[in-house]
């Protein structure tokens, strides 16, 4: 169970991703969206990177970025608040896993908290496997250290996932 509350501002940090409707003006638009979520702080975003779609279904290439938050909610909060972001800019919970998608926004890690529920899984099981969730996560958090995994920046990058370069 999340320890937020109105009196302590804890870390998150969330990993975005496009590839669909012009995927960098997307980001660019979650990032906004983000610092509007109430009692929610955005302190930091990654630059942006174009990667090679995850998973084996042909298509467009992704955009990726990852934002510091601080925030007031819990992670159930936090989530929810996610989620919806992502059905305003589209997103169908139904989507095909690892496809297309308009917006995915991710809770990569919260606090120094470890959640284990059917649709709230806290750090992220793909941020090792992942280069891009790893290398926009060094660039907002060098320092972070994710529960399980060690410090991030100490997480050596994957050089057999797909392609990944910096664009922004």
Known sequence: MSNASDDHWLPAYVGLG?????????LASAFDLLGAIPKTRLIARSSLYRSAPFGGIEQPDFVNAAASLLTRLTARQLLDELQEIEARRGRERGDVHWGPRVLDLDLLAYANERI??????????GIAERNFVLLPLIDVAPGLVIVGLGRIATIPINHLEPKITRIL
């Open 18 to 26: 496009s590839n669909l409707q012009g995927p960098a003006g997307q």
């Open 116 to 125: 284990d529920e059917p649709d709230l899984i806290v750090p992220h099981p």
